[in-house]
């Protein structure tokens, strides 16, 4: 049993940092119910009034609507295309892999400013229209990495016995990964899917550059900033962390806590830490 | 916890399963081709074209880089980012080094807890972020307002918002989660007995952060550092609603370039000296963690 130790400067630092963390969302919160069109103390009684007004805004409600679309489409063609890759990369020796991960893991390092541009110019350049369908190839490609780092994490940690034991019984690989990998891991590739979906649905750097004449939610917000001081946009920004904080509890859900539940299933904190030290990508290598 | 060090013990070629298909990689390897890699292509020669108006022509030519690198507003604004962004990451990677050491020290059922805040702040909104600073840092917010209800001030303190200190705090605000979690899953598998064995051998605090966890933090804290620094140096959007005149960046010039003022090759050759500076920047910490000797200090149970 490890001895804890008390040090109040590290456990002051970490108390006032979740303070310095919490206490601007709280407050964003909190005036989303406020009964006038105050943004400062005193508090002068709650109301859902904001709330009211932004539901009752087509520009709002439509927004909210391309932003589902959106973010659906980004975390299902993820999980399609991120778990098919995931799957190769873990499970193949291949001279490509190094070049691939590589190549899977380089979106993370370019600035948001820098992907939006490349593909504004290429689309541009190929004549195809700005729309949600031009939305989501740049979500894609932004929220590729970060479903990769979880789900390839997660694929590394299983145990390589359970798999060739299927094949010795004659399964061929398509019967070993759906009876034997996918069961194993599902949890965490649908936890690293809804990651793609809250990334997506709340990402604003590059939609800036490659959306036409729609709105997304993030757009909405952006758009009502520059306009006016409209109390409003508390219970709109108060309803995004809403949807992105379930999200993140369901992924959190899924990813981390049902590995302690279930043996044999990939588990939690150590999961986060092997794909946060990058093990991910040198995990087989 | 003992478990990711068992595992990295582990000799690598048990581990190794081989025999698989790359094939299931290569469709999105196919999509990031065509939409990640050619895009950067065709960006790259627009900043190698003569610009018109919304649009560019040959013949090739390096005029844009030029421009871009004569303009002495460039060069204001550049250092407007690389103030921005070393402030940054300098302040996100200072709190994050003693919030990931009490993480790595304290009990599970303290630690679970704190993680999960944590991660759940990851989550929070970058627009709305940006919104909760205006609110608490503007002129009638929440600091200013409490400092007048105090009696300590009767003017705002102006410099709080629309300044390049308002910028950073909001750009620490939104790095700093990802900084902690980096740098705690690089402090995870030191065992405990290390820093029982530094105590017992008679190491002050100081000590111990000095020989001990700051060598072995050194190259994933200058991994998070170049992180944040590349990210909030080019970012635009922080920058327009929190750093009023004297807080706008090389970012927000390569977006009003293209969108407001149509010059397609300088905001390409803005945005690739940008990319150019940030990879110097890498290679550079490269150097220095190497010189120091810290590159491939390894921690082995």
Same mark, same amino acid.
């Given at each position: 049993?490890?001895?804890?130790?008390?040090?109040?400067?590290?456990?002051?630092?970490?108390?006032?940092?979740?303070?310095?963390?919490?206490?601007?969302?709280?407050?964003?919160?909190?005036?989303?119910?406020?009964?006038?069109?105050?943004?400062?103390?005193? *508090?002068?009684?709650?109301?859902?009034?904001?709330y009211?007004?932004v539901f009752s805004s087509p520009e709002f409600r439509e927004a909210s609507v391309n932003s589902l679309i959106v973010a659906t489409?980004? %975390?299902?063609?993820?999980?399609?295309?991120?778990?098919?890759?995931?799957?190769?990369?873990?499970?193949?020796?291949? =001279?490509?892999?190094?070049?691939?991960?590589?190549?899977?893991?380089?979106?993370?390092?370019? +600035?948001?400013?820098?992907?939006?541009?490349?593909?504004?110019?290429?689309?541009?350049?190929?004549?195809?229209?700005?729309?949600l %369908?031009?939305?989501?190839?740049?979500?894609?490609?932004?929220? *590729?990495?970060?479903?990769?780092?979880?789900?390839?994490?997660?694929?590394?940690?299983?145990?390589?016995?359970?798999?060739?034991?299927?094949?010795?019984?004659?399964?061929?690989?398509? &019967?070993?990964?759906?009876?034997?990998?996918?069961?194993?891991?599902?949890?965490?590739?649908?936890?690293?899917?809804?990651?793609?979906?809250?990334?997506?649905f709340d990402?604003?750097?590059?939609?800036? *550059?490659?959306?036409?004449?729609d709105s997304t939610l993030p757009m909405f917000i952006?758009?009502t900033?520059?306009?006016?001081?409209? +109390?409003?946009?508390?219970a709109i920004s108060?309803l995004l962390?809403l949807v992105t904080?379930?999200?993140?509890?369901?992924?959190?859900? &899924?990813? *981390? =806590?049902?590995?302690?539940?279930?043996?044999?299933?990939?588990?939690?904190?150590?999961?986060?830490?092997?794909?946060?030290?990058?093990?991910?990508?040198?995990?087989?290598? | 916890?003992?478990?990711?060090?068992?595992?990295?013990?582990?000799?690598?070629?048990?581990?190794?399963?081989?025999?698989?298909?790359?094939?299931?990689?290569?469709?999105?390897?196919?999509?990031?081709?065509?939409?990640? $890699?050619?895009?950067?292509?065709?960006?790259?020669?627009?900043?190698?074209?003569?610009?018109?108006?919304?649009?560019?022509?040959?013949?090739?030519?390096?005029?844009?880089?030029?421009?871009?690198?004569?303009?002495?507003?460039?060069?204001?604004?550049?250092?407007?980012?690389?103030?921005?962004?070393?402030?940054?990451?300098? !302040?996100?990677?200072?709190?994050?080094?003693?919030?990931?050491?009490?993480?790595?020290?304290?009990?599970?059922?303290?630690?679970?807890?704190?993680?999960? $805040?944590?991660?759940?702040?990851?989550?929070?909104?970058?627009?709305?972020?940006?919104?909760?600073?205006?609110?608490?840092?503007?002129?009638?917010?929440?600091?200013?307002?409490?400092?007048?209800?105090?009696?300590?001030?009767?003017?705002?303190?102006?410099?709080?918002? #629309?300044?390049?200190?308002?910028?950073?705090?909001?750009?620490?605000?939104?790095?700093?989660?990802?900084?902690?979690?980096?740098? #705690?899953?690089?402090?995870?598998?030191?065992?405990?007995? $290390?820093?029982?064995?530094?105590?017992?051998?008679?190491?002050?605090?100081?000590?111990?952060?000095?020989?001990?966890?700051?060598?072995?933090?050194?190259?994933?804290?200058?991994?998070?550092?170049?992180? !944040?620094?590349?990210?909030?140096?080019?970012?635009?959007?922080?920058?327009?609603?929190?750093?009023?005149?004297?807080?706008?960046?090389?970012?927000?010039?390569?977006?009003?370039?293209?969108?407001? $003022?149509?010059? #397609?090759?300088?905001?390409?050759?803005?945005?690739?000296?940008?990319?150019?500076?940030?990879?110097?920047? #890498?290679?550079?910490?490269?150097?220095?963690?190497?010189?120091?000797?810290?590159?491939?200090?390894?921690?082995?149970?």
């Amino acid at each position: 049993m490890e001895r804890t130790q008390r040090s109040p400067f590290t456990a002051t630092v970490t108390a006032l940092s979740l303070l310095f963390l919490f206490v601007p969302i709280a407050v964003v919160v909190l005036f989303s119910f406020h009964s006038t069109g105050g943004l400062s103390f005193p *508090f002068r009684g709650f109301s859902l009034r904001w709330y009211e007004e932004v539901f009752s805004s087509p520009e709002f409600r439509e927004a909210s609507v391309n932003s589902l679309i959106v973010a659906t489409a980004t %975390a299902v063609v993820t999980l399609l295309l991120g778990t098919l890759a995931a799957y190769g990369l873990s499970h193949s020796r291949s =001279r490509l892999r190094a070049p691939l991960a590589l190549l899977f893991f380089l979106p993370l390092t370019l +600035p948001g400013l820098f992907i939006g541009l490349s593909l504004l110019v290429l689309f541009t350049e190929v004549q195809i229209d700005a729309s949600l %369908a031009t939305v989501t190839i740049a979500h894609l490609v932004y929220v *590729f990495p970060y479903f990769l780092l979880v789900s390839l994490a997660a694929l590394n940690r299983l145990d390589v016995a359970l798999e060739e034991a299927g094949a010795d019984l004659g399964a061929n690989s398509w &019967l070993v990964f759906r009876k034997v990998t996918l069961p194993q891991v599902w949890p965490v590739l649908v936890g690293a899917s809804s990651l793609a979906f809250a990334l997506s649905f709340d990402e604003f750097i590059i939609t800036f *550059f490659v959306i036409g004449a729609d709105s997304t939610l993030p757009m909405f917000i952006w758009s009502t900033l520059r306009r006016t001081v409209n +109390p409003s946009i508390n219970a709109i920004s108060s309803l995004l962390l809403l949807v992105t904080l379930l999200l993140f509890v369901i992924s959190f859900v &899924l990813t *981390f =806590r049902r590995g302690r539940k279930r043996r044999g299933v990939i588990g939690g904190e150590e999961l986060m830490e092997q794909a946060l030290a990058g093990d991910a990508i040198g995990g087989r290598t | 916890m003992a478990s990711v060090a068992e595992e990295s013990q582990r000799p690598r070629a048990a581990r190794r399963r081989g025999g698989g298909s790359i094939i299931p990689a290569l469709p999105a390897a196919a999509g990031l081709v065509a939409f990640f $890699l050619v895009p950067l292509l065709v960006f790259a020669v627009y900043s190698v074209l003569t610009a018109g108006l919304y649009s560019v022509s040959g013949p090739l030519t390096l005029d844009a880089y030029g421009e871009a690198i004569a303009s002495r507003v460039n060069r204001t604004l550049a250092a407007n980012s690389a103030v921005i962004g070393l402030a940054t990451a300098a !302040v996100t990677v200072a709190v994050a080094l003693p919030i990931a050491y009490w993480l790595r020290r304290s009990a599970r059922r303290l630690r679970i807890p704190v993680v999960f $805040l944590i991660i759940a702040s990851m989550f929070a909104s970058y627009l709305v972020r940006i919104y909760a600073w205006r609110t608490v840092l503007g002129s009638n917010g929440l600091i200013n307002d409490g400092l007048r209800r105090l009696g300590l001030i009767d003017e705002p303190l102006e410099f709080l918002i #629309y300044s390049r200190f308002a910028v950073t705090v909001a750009l620490v605000h939104i790095f700093l989660p990802y900084v902690v979690l980096v740098i #705690y899953a690089a402090m995870a598998p030191l065992g405990a007995g $290390l820093f029982e064995a530094a105590r017992d051998l008679g190491a002050s605090s100081r000590t111990l952060w000095r020989r001990l966890i700051l060598p072995l933090m050194a190259a994933p804290a200058a991994s998070a550092f170049l992180f !944040v620094f590349i990210l909030s140096a080019s970012d635009y959007v922080t920058p327009q609603f929190l750093g009023g005149a004297s807080g706008v960046t090389l970012g927000v010039q390569v977006q009003v370039n293209f969108r407001t $003022l149509g010059n #397609y090759p300088v905001a390409a050759a803005t945005s690739f000296l940008m990319m150019a500076a940030f990879l110097m920047c #890498y290679l550079l910490s490269a150097l220095v963690l190497r010189a120091l000797r810290l590159h491939d200090i390894r921690f082995v149970n």
